[in-house]
């Protein structure tokens, strides 16, 4: 008798110079990610359902919409209610659909998946990711096309929690290069925007995580020379994890893993590259609209610090 298949399909391997990552084909996301004997990511096993969004891809938006309920170019649309407790349109439609596979090589793989035009979203798209690994660590390129007649809404983010084995959250320095912070609702949707300056939000610099319990999405983004921004989660010593985006992620997503169940509570922190704020198909707020035919692309990563 065959042995039953993983809970999260297919898992594809990649590997090169050290570095190791399990993509799979239930949502197209990440599993796993290891440099040498070091887990990178807090990811999940193969007989799991994926817990807690874990290493997963959000699109056609990321995060919340409330209501699941939104108007673009003139039309109001209802979307399915997929956080039943805040009545709201979570993460998506991709997570828990099949990818398949396009291109597979010993260090990279491209996946694609056809989104299809549904009640709530009515834009066929087809989306593709390439991840690979090297010397310079993970990376994944996102390309959307819109198979539609008319533009698309469309945002994205990425689920990946990082950690630093044997190091507790409350240990760890947090860098977010970021401004601003969105003020929240009980249903987690953003209500406001405040200064980071001077007060205990502000990670620009580098500080202890502590006790502080964050779902927080950041905002006015700080680009580096090279179009791109970082969030560092490191030790006291130097040793950590960075997430990089391009500048197409212009917020970043920071959860500290408090309301997930044990034994997953507050071991890891989600550091989530967003192109758009909660709730922008109801706001426009960095909103990207896809032209007919058009592509859209995107890159993000991530690789180990290693103390000097």
Not at 16 to 28: K, N, P
Not at 55 to 62: D, E, F, N, R, V
């Amino acid at each position: 008798m065959d042995s039953a298949p993983a809970l999260s399909g297919a898992q594809w391997t990649i590997a090169a110079d050290g570095h190791e990552a399990t993509i799979v084909e239930v949502g197209g996301g990440l599993r796993a990610y290891r440099v040498g004997d070091t887990e990178v990511l807090y990811g999940f096993a193969e007989d799991e359902v994926c817990p807690g969004s874990a290493g997963q891809i959000l699109a056609p938006w990321p995060n919340r919409i409330r209501d699941g309920q939104y108007t673009f170019d003139g039309t109001t649309y209802q979307l399915s209610i997929s956080e039943p407790p805040r009545n709201n349109a979570i993460h998506g439609l991709v997570n828990w659909s099949r990818w398949h596979v396009v291109e597979a090589g010993p260090a990279a793989l491209t996946i694609e998946h056809d989104l299809v035009p549904q009640p709530g979203y009515v834009w066929p798209l087809r989306l593709r990711v390439t991840w690979s690994v090297s010397v310079d660590g993970l990376r994944a390129e996102h390309e959307v096309t819109n198979l539609a007649d008319k533009p698309a809404p469309f945002g994205l983010s990425v689920h990946p929690y990082v950690h630093v084995p044997g190091v507790a959250v409350d240990d760890l320095m947090l860098t977010v290069p970021a401004q601003t912070r969105l003020l929240a609702d009980s249903r987690l949707l953003p209500i406001g925007a405040a200064r980071v300056a001077g007060t205990d939000f502000d990670y620009n610099e580098g500080r202890k995580i502590g006790t502080t319990v964050l779902d927080t999405a950041f905002g006015d983004v700080e680009l580096s020379p090279d179009g791109r921004s970082e969030v560092h989660l490191e030790t006291t010593d130097g040793r950590g994890v960075a997430v990089w985006a391009d500048r197409a992620f212009s917020w970043w997503q920071v959860y500290t893993s408090d309301m997930l169940h044990p034994p997953r509570q507050r071991q890891s922190v989600a550091i989530e590259p967003m192109t758009c704020p909660p709730d922008a198909f109801r706001s426009g707020r960095d909103l990207f609209v896809i032209e007919p035919g058009a592509q859209w692309r995107a890159a993000w990563g991530m690789r180990p610090i290693v103390a000097a």
